[in-house]
């Protein structure tokens, strides 16, 4: 029996996110940067949006509405995603936007592709950085490969973290040598051994943020990009 039962999982969720210090790579200082928020929906206990922060000069906090994604946003019109799901996201991300409102920010929700609408805000915003937190579904893990080709033909740095699991899953098959784990206590096994060699390291609560662009600012003016209603999504 493994020593890492049901009853020890919460404990080492709640204590920190996966940042580990020596495996951080350099970022860019004094950067135009976007965060692009997904399903880490928050200011605190965040890695990626720590370094989204470290150096940047303009700071773009984005999040897209994609109507036709696989996921959580393709939503009340396509019936894939009930309205209290929906109304749960919004009500999310206008608490969100508050929080960023005490920092003199806001949130820049685009509503679209993030494949079109990020590539778009690359231009307009002149942004050099895009940083965000790793996901693990297949189709976001697609989505990201697209994203990363699109910045690096854009010249843009792409900085992330794992943050949404206790552990990146591709460290954890690497260390079955990429067999698949089919039973839990295997998958505690080899998650205990995992975190003894890497520690988790709580991540610093972001308690500022540097301001948006004045291009990007103009744009909010001209076109709102607020958290939108259940009524004008349709």
């Not at 906090?61 to 209290?84: I, Q």
């Not at 697609?142 to 910045?151: G, L, M």
């Not at 988790?200 to 301001?211: G, N």
Request: proline letters at 6%.
């Amino acid at each position: 029996e493994t020593s890492l039962a049901w009853t020890t999982i919460p404990k080492i969720r709640a204590c920190a996110m996966p940042v580990v210090k020596g495996n951080l790579q350099p970022v860019l200082d004094k950067v135009n940067t976007i965060y692009w928020f997904r399903k880490a929906l928050r200011l605190h206990d965040n890695p990626s949006l720590v370094r989204a922060v470290q150096g940047a000069s303009t700071f773009h906090p984005v999040f897209c509405v994609d109507t036709e994604a696989p996921g959580a946003s393709s939503f009340v019109r396509t019936g894939k995603v009930g309205v209290n799901r929906m109304k749960f996201l919004l009500e999310t991300l206008d608490d969100l936007n508050q929080s960023l409102n005490n920092m003199d920010s806001r949130l820049m929700v685009l509503q679209g592709n993030p494949l079109e609408e990020l590539p778009r805000a690359f231009k307009a915003w002149n942004i050099k950085r895009l940083a965000f937190e790793t996901d693990t579904e297949p189709w976001t893990i697609k989505q990201e490969a697209e994203i990363r080709k699109i910045a690096e033909a854009s010249g843009v740095e792409v900085v992330t973290c794992v943050g949404h699991t206790l552990a990146d899953h591709k460290a954890l098959l690497r260390e079955t040598g990429g067999k698949p784990m089919t039973t839990f206590s295997t998958f505690c096994r080899v998650l205990e051994e995992h975190l003894q060699r890497h520690p988790l390291v709580l991540a610093e609560d972001v308690s500022s943020v540097p301001p948006l662009s004045a291009e990007a600012s103009k744009e909010a003016e001209e076109r709102g990009l607020a958290v939108p209603t259940l009524s004008g999504l349709g």
